[in-house]
């Protein structure tokens, strides 16, 4: 039997209407059906700032980093077991207010402690499981073969070196988006409704 997580969803894609606020809602549901606490953070409808003040910058490296304008979001990181990322890739990475949300709150001492020679230890070892469910324009030759993917690269590879080495990784990704008919949308949709059951 599964054990009951808190799980934190980060949603990032304007459009209430849009297929991603679809995959949005499809994750939440599939997550309280599963029985697990969860944490929505629609990072639009909450009216994330993205942009780094400059005493962030200032202090962004330090060990007192600036943490006045995020501290909420601080603490529902701390708090989560796992992380959900819903998102479009947007010109071959993560939209403005993903990245900035990235920027600003998972800093030094929060996700990461500078350890001295360049070395980076994990923040973020409490997290069992990171999941990303996102959308492409483009075709899955172009991103794969020849872009190497790079928005999974950088979750499942950088940020995951955040975490404990056995976090557990979900990466669901629907190619193609503007061009593939409804029936292909409507299948990825309840592909993402089982993982999520599963979670």
């Not at 005493?55 to 006045?68: G, I, Q, V, Y």
């Not at 190497?148 to 979750?155: L, T």
Request: aromatic share 10%.
């Amino acid at each position: 039997m599964r054990r009951e997580i808190n799980v934190l969803v980060l949603f990032a894609h304007p459009l209430a209407d849009s297929f991603g606020a679809a995959l949005h809602r499809a994750i939440v549901d599939a997550l309280a059906a599963a029985g697990h606490r969860v944490d929505d953070c629609d990072l639009y409808a909450e009216g994330f700032d993205p942009v780094m003040s400059a005493p962030e910058r200032r202090a962004h490296n330090t060990p007192n980093p600036d943490l006045s304008r995020v501290q909420s979001h601080v603490d529902r990181l701390r708090a989560a077991d796992a992380v959900v990322l819903c998102f479009p890739t947007w010109w071959y990475g993560m939209p403005a207010i993903l990245k900035g949300y990235f920027d600003r709150v998972w800093v030094n001492g929060v996700a990461f402690h500078l350890a001295g020679r360049g070395r980076i230890e994990p923040g973020l070892r409490h997290l069992k499981k990171l999941a990303v469910v996102t959308t492409y324009g483009a075709p899955w030759w172009l991103i794969k073969l020849v872009l190497r993917d790079p928005v999974r690269g950088v979750i499942l590879n950088g940020i995951r070196m955040l975490c404990t080495r056995h976090v557990e990784k979900r990466f669901l990704a629907l190619y193609n988006i503007e061009s593939v008919p409804p029936a292909r949308c409507a299948r990825f949709l309840a592909r993402v409704e089982r993982e999520f059951r599963r979670f």
